[in-house]
């Protein structure tokens, strides 16, 4: 069964930098774009950019240009994101979703996602 | 950016009951709006894709309208699982945008 198992809870200081990451299995780890949502406590989705695991390419929301960084490891049928400068306002559950979100195909994976703290 | 509003943004309703919920863009996204289910605690999971195509696993009193700026998920019998917060998603422009979701309370 298709599964995508993301890394555990992270607590940062403001100015620090978090790494989560999001396992694959099940598919083909090349088939399918890996995007990045998260959720800050009590509100909604928030959509931060996607990857392809296949070319490597990325589109990321404006909001998150400079600070956000994804990659992946297809060896290991791994995807990562990387934000950097955290701020308080950068605690939230972060979101790997497997998709076919511009395509037809009725594919939509999420990891259970990774708690992101930001405290002093 | 594309803006995606919910209406309404909560609702209380009784088991067996039909609900319509609604989503606007602020400018045309042809069909390309999904819709997700998110329980307190869960992951969000994928109900309709397409506007109206039901995703695989989804029960069948789902169903989606809808194309251009004005869209509908559907519940027609609503089940005792069925409460949680549904959210919109645009997939026509760069950035992605939600709707902001609607919470579905027990009545």
């Known amino acids: 069964q298709v599964q995508l198992v993301q890394s555990g809870a992270e607590v940062k200081e403001p100015g620090a930098s978090v790494k989560v990451s999001c396992k694959a299995s099940?598919?083909?780890?090349?088939?399918?774009?890996i995007h990045w949502v998260r959720q800050a406590p009590g509100q909604g989705l928030e959509w931060m950019g996607w990857?392809?695991?296949?070319?490597?390419?990325?589109t990321y929301a404006q909001k998150f240009q400079g600070r956000v960084t994804l990659t992946r490891d297809t060896s290991i049928s791994t995807a990562y994101v990387e934000l950097t400068s955290l701020r308080s306002d950068d605690t939230a559950v972060y979101y790997c979703?497997?998709?076919?979100?511009?395509?037809?195909?009725?594919?939509?994976?999420w990891g259970q996602g990774t708690l992101v703290t930001v405290s002093s | 950016d594309i803006q995606m509003t919910q209406s309404p943004s909560s609702l209380s309703a009784s088991v067996g009951d039909r609900v319509t919920i609604t989503c606007r863009a602020s400018?045309?996204?042809?069909?390309?709006l999904g819709w997700y289910q998110q329980k307190p605690g869960k992951a969000p999971e994928r109900l309709i894709y397409a506007a109206s195509s039901l995703q695989s696993g989804v029960p069948s009193r789902f169903s989606g309208s809808g194309s251009g700026t004005e869209f509908t998920l559907t519940i027609s019998s609503l089940q005792p699982e069925d409460f949680a917060t549904f959210y919109c998603l645009q997939y026509s422009t760069y950035p992605r945008t939600f709707g902001q979701g609607t919470k579905v309370e027990i009545k």
């Open positions: 979703a497997g998709a076919d979100w511009a395509g037809k195909k009725d594919f939509d994976y």
């Open positions: 400018q045309g996204i042809r069909s390309d």
């Open positions: 990857i392809n695991p296949n070319s490597g390419g990325t």
């Open positions: 099940g598919y083909t780890f090349t088939d399918y774009y």
